[in-house]
């Protein structure tokens, strides 16, 4: 990793309950390989810590609450395994302001004693400059692209599911992650200035890379993931419902690109979110 101003190095043990969790959460079909974790988001639980040492060191002047996961991306060198030990990496990549909304990108990676890389990420974070408002999150930059080659919808029948997502599902995400941001929470949003709490990011992906879960050696055939969240999903009381689709094309020798959809009450969630399965 290049030198940052601000980096963070932290020690990460992947424990089988935290691999249980999350997968229960998501209900995530385990893996062929049951030593293998199931959901590639699970590298969120690895990366966030590191990430909130970042955006509350002094150098950073990032002002949490309100804040909003603008992009994502994963690259996957190979599976994780339950019991491995890793040390994480954190850096601040870039700092700008644009339109009123102040943008930071966060890079992170994942390896072991040896240097041998697990996955690799690139986080994009959104903060309003002034009060917020959920379309003023809907402009923010995207991750560099790391999944290549086209996707046209309806070019397959796609793999669908549909998720009801509660307020109490984000509480179980955040405790499994670390995130306390309170716009997550139903008794702590109004703090960031919204009614209703906020999905985080990486659960929306989550939920949305289940299309794909009944492949083959899914754990093991990731490769890449990257996504940009059009709009915040939006939880109320009652929850809410999430569609999700992926939309196959394959590419040769076995690889395929997934473009990746996810709607709440018809408003679309995701954008040029991708997939790369190995063969």
Known sequence: ????LVS???????????????????QTPKPADLAAVSSPVFAAVAF????????????????FPGTLLAAQSFSFHRPIIVGESFIVQA???????????????????????????????????????????LEAFSSADTCAPVVSGQTQDGLQSPNSLSFHITPDALARFCELVGDNNPIHFSDRCSLAGFES????????????????SDNPDFSKRIRAIQARFASPVVVPPAGAQLFCHATAEPI??????????????GSRVLANAKALLAG
Do not use: H, Y
């Open 1 to 4: 990793m290049k030198k940052s």
């Open 8 to 26: 963070a190095t932290l020690p990460f043990q992947v424990r089988q309950a935290d691999v249980t969790d999350f997968a229960d959460l998501l």
């Open 48 to 63: 966030w810590p590191a990430i909130k040492q970042l955006l509350a060191n002094g150098k950073t002047a990032w002002d």
């Open 91 to 133: 850096a601040v990549e870039r700092q700008n302001e644009r339109g009123g909304m102040r943008l930071l990108q966060i890079s992170c990676q994942l390896s072991n004693a040896n240097g041998e890389m697990a996955v690799t990420g690139l986080s994009d974070f959104a903060r309003s400059t002034t009060i917020p408002t």
């Open 197 to 212: 709490p906020i999905a985080p990011g990486l659960l929306t992906l989550g939920i949305a890379l289940r299309t794909l």
């Open 252 to 265: 040769g020798n076995g690889t395929t690109v997934f473009a990746l959809g996810a709607q709440v009450g």
